[in-house]
Structures are given as C-alpha cells and as structure tokens.
C-alpha cells in the first residue's frame, strides 16, 4: 500500500530533550516536506527536499533540523525542544513537480 | 506572493443541506488549487483539485468545486450534507517554485441532524 509513515504518533518530552520524528514514503517520491498545524494558523511548512541530499526552509524553520540520505526517509530533528514547539506535525511527499502531495497520518508533539 | 483566505472558521449546517465553504486565493501566476479533509484524529486526505481545463472540478464524497478567475475563488461545495461530513477542510495553493502547499487557517464543519 502507498503510504507516508511518521513515527512516533504521539510524543511527550521535557524542554531541551533532543528528539527525531521520523518520516518514510514507499512511492519512489522526491518531494518530502515537513508542515506544523496549529489551531487558527492553518499548516505552514518547516522544511521540504526536492531530492536526497537537497534541503531547504520553509516558513518557520527555527529550531528545527532535517536530513535527507535516503530518497525514501526525512527525520525532522529537534536538538533543544522548546514549548512553544508543541503542535500537530505532518510529513508529505509527491513526485516532483506533481499536482498531488500526500500526508502522513500526523505527529501530535506536546513540550513541557 | 501567493495566498489563500478561508471565510469563516466554523460553519454550521444541518443534515441535507447545503454545503458552502469559501475560499479566496492570491496568485500572480495560473494557480494549482486544493481542497483537503481531516476528520478528527486523522491525517489530511485530498478531497479534489484544480490545475487546468474544467473550472468545475468534482471530488470524493460528493464534493466539488467551481475556480473563479475574476472573483479568485474556489469555493467548495456539497448538495446534501451528511454528518460523515463532519470534520475540517483546508483550501490551498500549491507554490509554482518550490511545490509548497500554502493553506488557509481552515474551516471546521459542523453537521447537525
């Protein structure tokens, strides 16, 4: 089944705790592309890759780290979680220059 | 810059009716426009698009949508609202540059039986 995988679904983790959500695609994409969701501000973009080895901001890419060795994964790095990093996240991928992006089921990261 | 504003950030119908949820876009360029779904809990799931050709585009569950040109909207539509229905939609314009999905603050419906 074509699928985008993030893990974990849930996190709770204390301010400064270096953490990974991880992200995998198993439809050959090069596009991969980090989002946060938070109530009233819609999804906005943190990171996206056009391609392994190639990375590049977003919208509020601060305090945030990715990496892209694989075509087929993108971890989301957070060295020093801060609670104002709290949010709903989600990893999408698609074909380059493709209409259509697809989502992962989300990763709900609470900071205290 | 491109742009999306979504009117109203509840609406509330009831089972059968009508539903209407607006979206006003921003593009200097022809733009690639979306609507997606989140039920609770859930992940974000495409409900249809807009690239070229057809201005009324039709989608999953029943929904459409009609791309406006001179009034920049893309309004999305559904005849008969069910309470599956139930969830928050997002409207969004794809970036013709870097392939980023710019969305609007969303709209949560509410279906009432």
């Known amino acids: 089944e074509a699928q985008v995988t993030q893990n974990p679904r849930y996190l709770i983790t204390v301010t400064g705790k270096k953490l990974t959500v991880t992200c995998s695609q198993n439809m050959n994409h090069e596009y991969m592309s980090w989002y946060r969701q938070d109530p009233g501000l819609g999804l906005r973009q943190i990171y996206y890759s056009m391609n392994v080895e190639v990375t590049d901001k977003g919208d509020v890419p601060e305090g945030y780290k990715v990496s892209r060795k694989e075509k087929r994964n993108f971890p989301l790095i957070l060295e020093s979680p801060s609670p104002n990093q709290t949010s709903l996240y989600f990893c999408a991928s698609g074909t380059q220059g493709a209409v259509e992006q697809y989502f992962g089921p989300g990763t709900r990261l609470t900071v205290t | 810059a491109q742009s999306v504003t979504q009117l109203g950030s509840h609406v509330s119908v009831s089972e059968g009716a009508l539903v209407l949820l607006r979206c006003n876009y921003s593009s200097s360029v022809p733009p690639y426009l979306f609507w997606y779904v989140q039920y609770p809990n859930q992940g974000l799931q495409l409900l249809l698009k807009?690239?070229?050709?057809?201005?009324l585009v039709k989608g999953i569950n029943g929904f459409e949508a009609e791309f406006k040109k001179s009034e920049t909207s893309f309004h999305l539509t559904k005849p008969s609202a069910h309470m599956s229905d139930a969830a928050e939609y997002f409207c969004a314009v794809r970036n013709w540059n870097t392939d980023k999905l710019i969305f609007g603050t969303g709209t949560r419906l509410q279906v009432f039986p």
């Open positions: 807009y690239t070229t050709g057809a201005t």
